[in-house]
């Protein structure tokens, strides 16, 4: 990895400083990385030395799509800014008609002046039955394409089927690669593209970076997809916080910088490590307690912004810690906001004090992170195989 960083680093040109903060960004995943699961982080590291050695190589992208979102990207640098898929989506990366124009798109029992009969649609194309479905259709009527997808259940799992038609009579296309795996932080649509029609995916989580694979549908055949990776800076936005002291301004300080040095190393060990004999025994004795600190503390409501945060939970990568403040020992909690299996990159801290009995909350801080402009792209062509139109 140190070799292939070292090769971009001499291709890098005037982006060199670009590419060491995108190198600063990627170490702190590959250090929460390396604490979860030893396996996850070696499959970070081969990910990452494959992204090195695609950057700064001059190459024309294989698909004009993408070569056009990557030169729209490059000249709106903030355009995908903000909280990641939410905010960025479709129109973040042109699909507004700047790059390539999304598939009109309108509810299944909306769908009005069509060129074909729906009913036939109906039959052509299931999906299993579940409350939680809504069906959308996707038409792109120049190049005599359509879909519908289904979002449902807790991960909004996303499922397409395609159909072309002539005419009136409408048959099944299969599905590209592009679409295979679409769930909520990879978003499928069928777009245009100076006058091809393309499935178009975008992963975008986490927040610094996203990655495109497209495929286009010429002659009635999907060709290979190609993807093109996509990074941008990271910022933490200013800390919110509620204390319980009167004057609460150092902790929080101390709080802030504590939250930040995490982020970058997943590393509480140097606190433990400086307790004295007797402090390590009480820290283990709080740790054996009362396991019920699992959520942000918010201080019998008077925590506005926690009460209005969706995430408040703290993720599975958090780690309990100690605080040695104005002579008391105190236990902390820091980590990634949760939402039951869903996270966010917002940070969140805690700090209690025991009081022989229960718990108390002393401080909570929210942390939050948001998605700047854009740094560096690459891409890599997958070896798929084209595949032909048929029913599905």
């Known amino acids: 990895m140190a070799g292939a960083y070292d090769r971009a680093r001499h291709r890098a040109g005037p982006h060199v400083d670009a590419l060491l903060r995108d190198q600063r960004n990627w170490l702190g995943e590959r250090n929460k990385a390396a604490i979860s699961d030893a396996g996850r982080a070696a499959n970070v590291y081969r990910n990452r030395i494959e992204f090195l050695d695609k950057i700064f190589q001059d190459k024309e992208l294989p698909s004009p799509l993408l070569a056009a979102i990557q030169a729209f990207v490059e000249a709106h640098p903030a355009a995908s800014a903000g909280r990641g898929y939410v905010i960025s989506g479709w129109g973040g990366i042109g699909g507004g008609g700047d790059a390539f124009t999304m598939a009109e798109e309108s509810p299944v029992q909306d769908a009005k002046s069509l060129p074909f009969r729906l009913e036939d649609v109906r039959e052509l194309i299931t999906f299993p039955d579940s409350a939680d479905d809504y ?60 006058g091809i029609a393309y499935a178009l995916s975008y992963y975008d989580a986490p927040l610094d970076r996203s990655v495109l694979t497209a495929q286009a549908f010429v002659g009635g055949q999907w060709g290979d997809d190609v993807q093109l990776e996509l990074h941008y800076d990271v910022h933490f936005q200013p800390s919110r916080s509620y204390c319980s002291e009167t004057n609460c301004t150092a902790l929080e300080a101390f709080a802030e ?59 599975s990568d958090s780690a309990f810690f100690p605080v040695h403040w104005q002579g008391q020992l105190l236990l902390g909690r820091v980590g990634n906001a949760s939402l039951g299996w ?51």
């Open 135 to 194: 069906r959308t259709l996707a038409l792109l009527r120049a190049q005599r394409l359509g879909g519908v997808y289904s979002e449902s259940g807790t991960m909004h799992s996303v499922s397409w089927r395609l159909f072309s038609w002539d005419g009136h009579a409408v048959k099944g296309v299969v599905l590209p690669d592009a679409f295979s795996d679409t769930e909520w932080t990879n978003l499928g649509a069928l777009v245009e593209h100076q």
């Open 342 to 392: 869903r996270e966010s990159e917002d940070l969140l801290l805690g700090i209690w004090c025991w009081n022989g009995k229960a718990f108390e909350p002393v401080l909570g801080m929210v942390t939050g992170k948001v998605r700047g402009g854009f740094l560096l792209s690459a891409w890599s062509m997958e070896s798929s195989e084209a595949e032909g139109g048929g029913e599905n």
């Open 257 to 315: 910088k504590f939250v930040r040095q995490f982020d970058k190393t997943q590393d509480v060990s140097p606190l433990i490590a400086g307790l004295s004999k007797d402090d390590r025994e009480r820290y283990r004795d709080m740790l054996g307690r009362d396991k019920s600190l699992t959520s942000l503390p918010t201080f019998e409501g008077k925590t506005h912004f926690a009460d209005a945060a969706v995430y408040r939970s703290f993720g």
